[in-house]
């Protein structure tokens, strides 16, 4: 369920779609889908460690960010990743912002 | 699944007109339509129905569920009326008001948790009238996002216009939007009908293909709208493409009114097809193979008050992060 506003079972997120004829995704098997969420929550902790916040996923089902003081915060979908990282740095993280985009590139 | 057709236009480009034609059509003979008023001109159709005025916009800080109340309600209460056997039908069109963005509707079809197991987007046909539509694309934002979220789009009071106008306004169609198919009212009915289906994005011809490059075209200097693709000759890893495109359009959706693109993705052999409006991507489209030309990753996007130059140097910043090893 969306944690923000009730709604049941939004995670069928475009990167990681749900397999089905036609469709692009590595959500095919449990191998690929592990696989593919470790190398996803890696990409974006590269990202978020502009905001020296972390993700990490939750026993396969949710993920927890969390901040350099220990504060976090659990969601489901990861469509939530975005602006729950935001709540937790407090500040947003904008791609087309020249210092997060010298961060990541350096990283 | 049955898919949902969104019938969108100018105030006055015909949408109405449009509609009542190809519902003469027996390839429409099954279908149900939602409308969100009656206008002037009179719909006979078994499968009408108004779409109730008590907006309900739930969107409570999260995109990704926003949900238009009353299309959800429509959509369900024809849902249970076909469950229950009361109605059949094999399409549904719903007209929106001249002045909608579509991309709500698009994004409640995605995010509903019943809907959309039952219904798929069926494309978005958006009605541009010959005679005024170069003037409202110059002045109205809302024309501009509803051609760019076309699928189709049929001009409309082609005799009324003289012919080096319309070539002007397909010249200016094709830079809002280089993908939609355009057809005219004067065309047949079921040429028009066997169009409804978007199928797979197509996208422009590539004209360069040395290395990376970008440009981009100002349709209108006084709204910022530019079209603007970039290309990209090396393959793209598919994960951090994801959270460059989630975090653009987290933060900046709301001014993307387009996007589409081909990918030659690392480790695949057939190219991916991305697509959306605004916030809402489309499932990535695996495609069969590539089409003519060279296999070159590409995108398009028709942005409002949005540097490209900084979208080519994000993307790039993005991309160029190599360090992540697949975890066994």
Redesign the interface.
Known sequence: MCSLCGILGCDDHWTHAVDRPGVFTRNTDRRSRRVESARRVAAANRVLSFRRVTLAEWQGTSYVVSNATGASSVFESFSHLWPEAEALSGREIDPLDDAVIGWVGSQ | MIPVTLLTGFLGSGKTTLLQRLLTDPGMARAAVLINEFGEVGLDHHLLDRIDENVVL?K??????T?RGEVADALLNLQGMRTRGEIDFDRVVIETTGLADPYPVLQTLR???VL?SHFENGGVLTTVDAVNAARQVENRAEAVRQIAAADRIVLTKTDLAQEEDIAALCATLSRVNPSARVLTSMDPTDAIVSHLDPGVPTLPEVEETQGNHHHHHHLNEDLGVVTFSLTVKESVD???F???L???L???GDRIFRFKGILA?AG?DRP?A?H?VQHL??????MKHWPEGPRTSRMVFILEG??PE??R??F???M??K??K???
């Open positions: 739930m409570s800080g999260c995109i990704c569920c949900v995010a509903h948790p959309r598919w994960t951090e994801g959270i460059w989630t975090l653009l987290h933060r900046h993705i695949e991916v991305v959306g991507v489309h499932a990535p489209v695996h949005l540097d900084r979208i140097r994000s790039a910043a993005f160029r992060l360090s992540v697949a975890v066994a």
